[in-house]
């Protein structure tokens, strides 16, 4: 069983940054697009970003030019560097595959921008 485990949330003031990281562990990592997203409580998940399986990227409109998604096979990783967060941005941060193929959600890992 495919085991996803978020890291790197915290506590951030208005502009700051920060980087997550999602380790999937039991899989052929690799051969997977792997997609970043986020949920407010109440709300849907949504997409944040996306990386396919050549290193490619994509972003919906809130993350375009502020947000990096980047892969490491080797370690079955894959980031998202954040910079000039917004308070908007605050929600639990989960990675996982398309929706279609998804794996059990890991735990996610909370980011708060707050001054």
């Known amino acids: 069983q495919v085991q996803v485990v978020e890291s790197g949330g915290g506590v951030v003031q208005p502009g700051g940054s920060l980087t997550l990281s999602c380790t999937a562990s039991g899989t052929v990592f690799k051969a997977y697009t792997m997609n970043w997203y986020r949920q407010v409580a109440g709300n849907e998940r949504e997409l944040v970003a996306s990386?396919?399986?050549?290193?490619?990227?994509t972003y919906v409109g809130f993350a375009e030019g502020r947000f990096t998604i980047s892969r490491d096979n080797a370690k079955s990783s894959v980031f998202l560097q954040m910079r000039s967060l917004k308070y908007e941005d605050t929600a639990v941060y989960y990675c996982?595959?398309?929706?279609?193929?998804?794996?059990?959600w890991g735990q996610g890992t909370q980011v708060t921008v707050s001054s």
């Open positions: 996982n595959r398309n929706p279609a193929y998804a794996w059990s």
């Open positions: 990386i396919n399986v050549v290193g490619t990227p």
